[in-house]
């Protein structure tokens, strides 16, 4: 891919439009300078298609350790882009790029503490740029992002990002607005429960920041609000949601260190095929441990059955426990079908080249993993289709 065009041209209220022929496709974008509140215009030229994947959570729930585990399954680690701002908080491999949708806040810092309002809610977000620019890349066009400098509070200058064979967009938001929504060819939701997250941020700030538990309590009470307005719903649209629990295995746990995991995966979405537990479309309860699986108290339950979610046909794979040994993996990832792995063991591959991440004991990094493998194949599908239908189209 190239960039055949750049152009810079002032302009306080600049247009936008979008047009493409066989040979090219251009894009007129906006971009503000925070210190002037000035608008640039920027026409970029370049030719690809892209597979755009939304990726929706709170903050602490997970979304970077998701990011690794997927680009690995494509094969080369996330980067930041080289030779721009250290503080860009976009990722790049071979394949894949990543944008952090906090770059799309419109205001920083200092704005939302004094329009009191936080950055969940839409008041603090650029949708008609994200879209406009999520759009582009789709259609194979290269833009100029914002950056949101989490470091400084403040809003830094734009970097020029290429449209990569899969995009990647995590935040509070990607399925907030409909057009965004739309342009999506697959979503998911990581769903934490308030008690696995409070355990969670007692875990990492207290331990890790030093911070009080009132302040901890303070912080989450503050953004419940508009979580429960602006971020919650968005699960609603997803085609996949990682929904993370208490364990039931032990009573009246509260420490929040063993869980259980629940896959959602919609019936119906094209590419999609849910992953199953021993017979398809069946409810399942088995309990895995003995000789070929060795599991420490409370042990591992797995369960499979279909369900309704949000008036959608889904397929449910639960996890709750955690394993001791995750070689042994295998003895689960063989009575597990629809894994779109490229042979067999790829699943416990993959968890064990990243015993190291957070979640690679239990179904958090399990089923991570999954979606991550079902991506890759959703991808190919969609490749392949669209090669079928330029190859069609050039008989007739």
């Not at 030719?47 to 959570?57: M, N």
């Not at 599991?295 to 008036?311: M, R, T, V």
């Not at 063991?345 to 004991?361: C, I, R, W, Y």
Request: charged residues 25%.
């Amino acid at each position: 891919m190239a960039v055949s065009t750049i152009y810079s041209t002032q302009a306080l209220n600049s247009t936008h439009f979008l047009t493409s022929s066989s040979s090219s496709k251009q894009v007129f974008l906006y971009r503000r300078q925070p210190q002037t509140n000035r608008r640039f215009n920027t026409l970029i030229t370049c030719s690809q298609e892209t597979i755009v994947i939304g990726l929706a959570a709170d903050s602490g729930c997970g979304k970077s350790t998701f990011m690794r585990r997927l680009t690995s399954v494509f094969g080369g680690a996330a980067k930041p882009p080289k030779g721009g701002n250290p503080d860009s908080n976009t990722l790049i491999s071979d394949t894949t790029t990543v944008i952090c949708l906090d770059d799309y806040h419109s205001l920083d810092r200092y704005g939302r503490k004094e329009q009191k309002v936080t950055a969940l809610d839409p008041r603090a977000n650029d949708f008609d740029l994200m879209y406009e620019q999520v759009k582009a890349l789709k259609s194979g066009v290269a833009v100029e992002k914002p950056i949101y400098n989490h470091v400084t509070g403040l809003l830094d200058p734009p970097e020029l990002i290429q449209p990569p064979k899969i995009l990647v967009i995590e935040g509070l938001h990607p399925m907030f607005d409909e057009r965004v929504r739309d342009l999506l060819d697959f979503s998911i939701y990581l769903d934490i429960s308030n008690e696995v997250k409070f355990a969670w941020k007692i875990q990492r700030d207290m331990a890790e920041r030093g911070h009080s538990l009132e302040s901890i309590k303070a912080s989450i009470e503050a953004r419940k609000p508009d979580f429960d307005a602006f971020i919650d719903p968005q699960k609603q649209y997803a085609d996949a949601v990682i929904e993370v629990l208490p364990t039931q295995l032990i009573p009246d746990d509260n420490e929040g260190k063993v869980l259980r995991v629940r896959l959602i995966m919609k019936e119906g979405v094209k590419y999609f095929s849910p992953v199953y537990l021993f017979d398809e479309g069946s409810t399942i309860s088995w309990i895995p441990c003995g000789r070929k699986l060795t599991c420490s108290y409370p042990g591992i339950k797995f369960n499979y059955e279909p369900d309704s979610y949000f008036d959608h046909e889904v397929s449910v794979l639960e996890m709750d426990g955690q394993f001791d040994r995750l070689d042994e993996l295998i003895y689960v990832e063989s009575h597990l079908s629809n894994l779109s792995t490229k042979f067999y063991g790829e699943v416990t591959q993959q968890m064990l080249k990243h015993a190291d991440f957070p979640g690679s004991n239990n179904g958090t990094g399990l089923f991570q993993t999954i979606v991550g493998l079902k991506i890759r194949d959703l991808y190919e599908q969609l490749i392949a289709n669209k090669a079928t239908a330029r190859a069609e189209a050039a008989k007739a």
